[in-house]
């Protein structure tokens, strides 16, 4: 295979992610010669160019990747990460919620469930920096929010909540889900930017 795909599959939206990368490598013309793994040990983790971070809940994912010994392997990872929702959270530098080990990946401060219970869940079409084809229509699920970002972050997309969309070098941070719905842009910009 020319190209694998890792999804951490411990908990929360792994195989909507699976089908999404799936159907995006196909869309970029890797449908032959390309494979969507689940990774929840180290040895998963092995031969993986990129690595998905599903939404879920972000202190249970937090405690499994401690349990499966996979903290150090995903900080060190050579490859991206494309991290929605609970995956955004993990990625961050800081996060209100002394439950969770962040992975210090992406400079930002997030805010895990910024939108409280009045607006728990929505979904809008959202302008986002750099996307060709239009505002992508975003599912956001008790959705976090990213309040303070680093000089070398760049912004995509902004609510009144506050940041919702991020990436900084290989990596991107979505606050909402990508993999629901059929539009595999932002899976593939994720890919290009990686190199795939
Ligand atoms: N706010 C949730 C958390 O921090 C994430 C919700 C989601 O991934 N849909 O775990």
């Known amino acids: 295979m020319d190209v694998k795909i890792g ?37 998963d ?5 990129a690595l998905a971070l599903p ?6 994912i937090s ?17 991206g ?9 993990l990625v961050a530098t800081y996060v209100d919620d002394s439950r969770i080990s962040t992975l210090n ?12 219970r009045q607006r728990e869940s929505f979904e809008t079409d959202l302008p986002v920096e750099g996307l060709d084809g239009g505002p992508f229509h975003a599912i956001f699920i008790r959705a976090p929010v990213v309040t303070h970002a680093g000089p070398g972050v760049t912004i995509l997309s902004r ?19 990508p993999e629901l719905g059929g539009d595999t842009r932002l899976h593939e910009r994720f890919l290009k930017k990686n190199g795939i």
């Open 81 to 89: 990460i494309f991290a929605t929702c609970a995956g955004m959270v």
């Open 7 to 43: 999804v951490l599959a411990l908990q929360g939206n792994v195989s909507e992610h699976i089908d999404a990368f799936a159907l995006a490598l196909d869309r970029l013309g890797h449908g032959g010669s390309s494979e969507v793994v689940t990774v929840r040990h180290p040895e």
């Open 105 to 116: 990946l992406i400079d930002m401060t997030v805010d895990r469930n910024a939108f409280g």
């Open 159 to 177: 609510l009144d909540q506050g940041i919702v969309a991020v990436e900084q070098g290989k990596h991107i941070a979505l606050s909402f889900h």
């Open 45 to 49: 983790l092995e031969g993986c160019h």
């Open 55 to 60: 939404g879920g809940e972000s202190t249970t």
């Open 63 to 79: 405690r499994l990747i401690g349990k499966n010994n996979l903290y150090e392997l995903i900080r060190n990872f050579s490859g």
